[in-house]
């Protein structure tokens, strides 16, 4: 498909006792129609940043530093109004943030704050809205009058999860982004509601990112993954050959981390060390390099640029990728 969202050279900040530390950098990203781009990586890898981004909506005190991100048919959301981005959220960008399902309005029913979603989109007509909500709701796994009639008190957290996923999706945008959508199902409901969105996203010939800390998660689901890591997009490429052929040492070790992936829980090797936090993250050099098993002396001077390794699949490391090598059978991320 062809690029509906573009995201070039971002680079985002957050300001802690004066010093501005950059949370994302030089990331760029393109996701396609009809195609789910998943985007893993550990804890504090700069997911959520960069996803908040794609709706020009990072919190203070981080800001959007440097670069672009052009949306089809909206033009650069770096450049856009609080008041011009208002009207495209949920309209032609659909967000589910992370731990939505803790911030919705305690004191309306959720039938009255679609409503409201609706209105507030100038939507001409309420009652095909309310039936469209209850649909996707039914789709969901819940009982759509029910939960259209209730207060957020009154629905168990993945409840209000499945419900994000429906507002998300009730003004038929065209960019869908999870932030971790499915973090508070049971492993069964989690597949169930994954299959939903991977349906609706077909059906409607959406262009969704899904950011999750589980490469399990997505990994039968996305047809793309990006790899961040320190606040860099170290890998990106289509789903079943970054699988098998990882090209980033951070890709290979998240992999052989990863039970669901590797299909035997006691192949699984936990990665280790730890990820870098804002202010630790090393600013020359590779961001990866202190847990590196192929670092060489260049790691530490020269920061690895995302360049393409093969068709439609990048990398940032300075290791030949052969060095790399693939991922065997029993998972071995070594
Ligand atoms: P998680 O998997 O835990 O959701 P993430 O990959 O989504 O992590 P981000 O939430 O984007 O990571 O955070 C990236 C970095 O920015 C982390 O080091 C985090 O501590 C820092 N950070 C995030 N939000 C803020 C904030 N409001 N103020 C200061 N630092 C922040
Ligand atoms: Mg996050």
Same mark, same amino acid.
């Given at each position: 498909?062809? *690029? ?49 981004? @794609?709706?020009?909506?990072? #919190?203070?005190?981080? +800001?959007?530093?440097?670069? *672009?991100?052009?949306?089809?048919? /909206? ?41 409201? @979603? ?43 999860? =499945? ?13 869908? /982004? @999870? ?43 996305? $047809? ?7 606040? =860099?997009?170290?890998?990106?490429? #289509?789903?079943?050959?970054?699988? +098998? ?9 998240? /992999?052989?981390?990863?039970? =669901? ?7 699984? !090797? ?5 990820? #870098? ?11 990866? !390099? $202190? +847990? ?21 699949? +990048? ?20």
């Amino acid at each position: 498909g062809e *690029a509906e969202v573009r995201v070039r050279d971002l680079r985002v900040h957050y300001r802690i006792n004066g010093t501005e530390y950059p949370a994302v950098a030089n990331a760029s990203l393109d996701l396609r129609r009809g195609e789910i781009t998943g985007l893993v990586g550990e804890s504090g890898s700069g997911k959520s940043t960069l996803a908040l981004s @794609l709706m020009n909506a990072v #919190p203070e005190p981080g +800001r959007i530093a440097d670069g *672009a991100i052009h949306v089809d048919g /909206i033009g650069d959301v770096t450049t856009l109004s609080a008041k011009a981005m208002r009207e495209v959220r949920g309209s032609a960008l659909g967000y589910v943030f992370q731990a939505s399902q803790n911030s919705m309005n305690p004191l309306k029913t959720i039938g009255k704050q679609i409503l409201d @979603l609706g209105r507030s989109h100038g939507v001409k007509d309420l009652p095909a809205l309310l039936s469209r909500a209850k649909q996707l709701a039914e789709r969901m796994g819940l009982d759509g009058n029910r939960v259209l009639d209730s207060y957020q008190h009154e629905l168990s957290g993945g409840m209000r999860q =499945r419900l994000g996923i429906v507002f998300a999706l009730v003004l038929n945008a065209k960019v869908l /982004i @999870l932030d971790e959508p499915t973090t508070a199902l049971d492993v069964l409901s989690q597949s169930a509601v994954l299959k939903i969105i991977r349906q609706v996203h077909d059906e409607n010939n959406l262009s969704t990112l899904i950011v999750t800390h589980d490469m399990g998660v997505v990994s039968e689901l996305a $047809d793309n993954l990006a790899v961040m890591y320190g606040g =860099r997009i170290v890998e990106h490429g #289509p789903t079943l050959d970054l699988l +098998r052929n990882p090209t980033h040492p951070y890709t290979k070790a998240l /992999i052989g981390a990863t039970a =669901r992936i590797v299909g035997d829980p006691a192949a699984a !090797r936990a990665l280790p060390g730890r990820p #870098p936090d804002l202010t630790t993250i090393p600013r020359t050099g590779c961001v990866f !390099r $202190d +847990r590196c098993v192929f670092k060489t002396d260049i790691c530490a001077e020269d920061e690895p640029q995302l360049a393409e390794h093969s068709a439609g699949h +990048r990398r940032a490391c300075h290791a030949d990728a052969a060095v790399v090598g693939p991922t065997t059978s029993k998972g071995d991320a070594s």
